[in-house]
């Protein structure tokens, strides 16, 4: 490559004006303006050269700015020269509709952010802000522990509809009446201890997210009826022959072999194919064992805070342990051993 280097904000935008630049590398720390305001204004004079930021991983706030701002990539310091290359290889490749940012955390109050470094992570968060540009289904696949919920709740943070209602049903939970008046509604008498009518969350939700965890713990019926939704947009509640209309975005989640499960005829075909428009592999945190010390500190911070405790750090054989471990129950189980 031919590298041109510029101190300042204002250096770096008179010279992408005046020179045929391919690529903007920048930090998000620059004297005089920030590397955010000279993102604000590469999108608007010169919308077609894509934007690599360098950021600080506790620097959260800022990164996600960044990226929903319209940077293609990030590199967090301390940098990895080869992490580097790889990052300008991929934006001049692929171009700049293909790269449109990441997500780094979903970040509302309750809520646990997602921590990661690893190659595997950061894919994670590029997955997650590409599929939240459209209203897409999506299924989200990963071992139980590992933080299905978490980028469900990103993804939606992440899109236009933000604002609008999340709901999560775990649909292991519930026995199959309880569980389809919990999605569907139901109608007063419709059955034992119905007194009432009762509102569904896919009408809850109107054009929010409903999160499907366990989806491959549904009963044949229920396949077929949430198959209905998805192809036709329409369902009823129980106990009811009126025709409702559901403009609700689809996520699901398991932690099961869904193939495994079709060959077995436990789980519908084209039911899978429409849960499957968009899927993220969740990697297990054995495959990311280099998280695990920034996954501890945060973690401890978060223990520190809910229990009033004041733990400030773990020991190097402790933590040489920890990195060590198998981890089946991967973030939860950590987060539970730490507590």
Known sequence: FVVTTVHSAEDGLARVLTNGIDVVISDIRLPGRDGLSLLGDLRRQRPGVP??????????????AAIQNGAVDYVPKPID??????????TLSR???????????ANEP????????????????????????SRVTVLILGESGTGKELVARAIHSASAERMLPFVAINCATLIETLLESEMFGHERGAFTGAVSAHKGKIEMVGEGTLFLDEVSELSPPMQGKLLRVLEEREYSPVGSTQIKNSRARFITATNVDLHQRINQGLFRQDLFYRLNVASIQLPPLRERRGDIPILVEFLLRKINRDLRKNIRRVSGDAMACLSRYHWPGNVRQLENVLM
């Open 51 to 64: 934007v690599i930021m360098i950021t600080a991983f506790h620097d959260m706030e800022t990164t996600v």
């Open 95 to 105: 171009g700049r509709d293909s790269e449109r940012g990441l997500v780094l955390a």
């Open 110 to 133: 309750g809520h646990t952010q997602m921590i990661g470094q690893s190659s595997a992570m950061k894919e994670v968060f590029k997955n997650i802000a590409l599929i939240a540009q």
């Open 81 to 90: 020269l080869d992490e580097l290359d790889t990052a300008i290889d991929r």
